[in-house]
């Protein structure tokens, strides 16, 4: 089991940017790949952004291509959200998940532990 704690979520405009982290604490960060997910008010979460252990290979959403950059610092136990040109449908919370099964990194069941998460609102 690993502990996840986000952090760096708030209120920008619209065009703006935010940069979320996730520490890992417990077992070894490596053996883990990571993925973002968000949720908004009566929507289901959903895939923002994957990495896998190396950080070699990334993922996302079709909605952040572009935008949004995953990336993770193993030293650090750390993974990171970076997010431009922000728009209000990114209103959501984030939230921080690992997963060391191997499986489909965009499918939230394949998580082992997830995050509190973090608000992100982004006004027009």
């Known amino acids: 089991q690993v502990q996840l704690v986000e952090s760096g979520g708030g209120l920008v405009q619209a065009g703006g940017s935010l940069r979320l982290s996730c520490v890992a604490s417990g077992r070894t960060f490596t053996v883990y790949n990571m993925g973002w997910f968000r949720q908004a008010p009566g929507k289901e979460r959903e895939f923002v952004a994957g990495i896998d252990w190396s950080g070699q290979n990334t993922y996302y959403t079709t909605s952040v291509k572009g935008r949004f950059t995953i990336s993770r610092d193993n030293a650090k136990n750390t993974v990171y959200l970076q997010m431009n040109s922000l728009k209000p449908d990114d209103t959501a919370v984030y939230y921080c998940?690992?997963?060391?099964?191997?499986?489909?990194?965009?499918?939230?069941?394949?998580?082992?532990?997830w995050g509190q998460g973090t608000q992100v609102t982004v006004s027009s």
């Open positions: 998940g690992a997963t060391s099964n191997g499986g489909y990194l965009k499918n939230s069941q394949n998580y082992d532990d």
